[in-house]
């Protein structure tokens, strides 16, 4: 399904994105992974590159890379991103910048960095990460929330300009998994969170992997503009 295809994966080292790139790879994809710090994945179709995704410089560099290494690109997974529980009240406005620059911008300066060697790929693919945090309208994630709703905005508006260049752009709200980025949430927040889905129980990576692979298939060149929320919300 993904065989042979090659794959750009920001914030690859670690937590979903490292799940991810083992199991694209597992699939025969050739991968790219950028994150700010070092990656432990070995795997011979496999390379990673450090590189902060809110620094214009570095995406350029890293797409020079890109380019230069798999000889195009084919898809593109926008999944690097930092969370802060907050109440507005508390939060400082380095700390909004903070979240906004990584989670919204940093999407924004490597999708438009990519768009150019996407559109040459047969099968063109952009999977970008928001979360059932903006539904919600959670208590403590207004930051957050308002940076995944513009990475929502911002996919929907994207699918319609890419569309006649046969690139798709859709995007996933994962429901809560044991990653880094939830560490610091306390767990009845969290449990409170899970409560409020149709299916009350934690999701794992490998239930992202299996909407990435949807999204990615050539067969689902008319799926794109969406935003795909896991578990449920009742």
Known sequence: MTESRRILITGASRGLGR??????????????????????????????FQADVTEASDVRRLLVEVRGRLGGLDALINNAGVGRMLPVALTPLETAKGV????????????????RLLCKSPAGRIVNFSSVAVPLRLAGEAVYAA??????????????????????CNAIGP????????????????????DQQAIRHW???????????????????????????????S
């Open 203 to 233: 999701a794992e990576p490998r239930d992202v992997a299996n909407v990435v692979d949807f999204f990615l298939r050539p067969e689902s060149r008319m799926v794109t503009g969406q935003v795909l929320y896991l578990g449920g919300l």
């Open 100 to 115: 906004m620059e990584t989670n919204f911008l940093g999407t924004f300066l490597v999708t438009h960095g990519a768009i």
């Open 19 to 48: 799940a991810l790139a083992d199991h694209l790879l597992s699939q025969g994809a050739r991968v790219v992974g950028c994150s700010r710090g070092k990656s432990a994945v070995a795997h011979e179709n496999y390379v990673h």
């Open 175 to 194: 429901s809560p998994i044991r990653t880094d980025l939830l560490r610091n949430v306390p767990e009845e927040k969290l449990q409170a969170l899970i």
């Open 147 to 168: 940076a995944k709703a513009a990475v929502e905005s911002f996919t929907r508006v994207l699918a319609k300009e890419l569309g006649p260049m046969g690139i798709t």
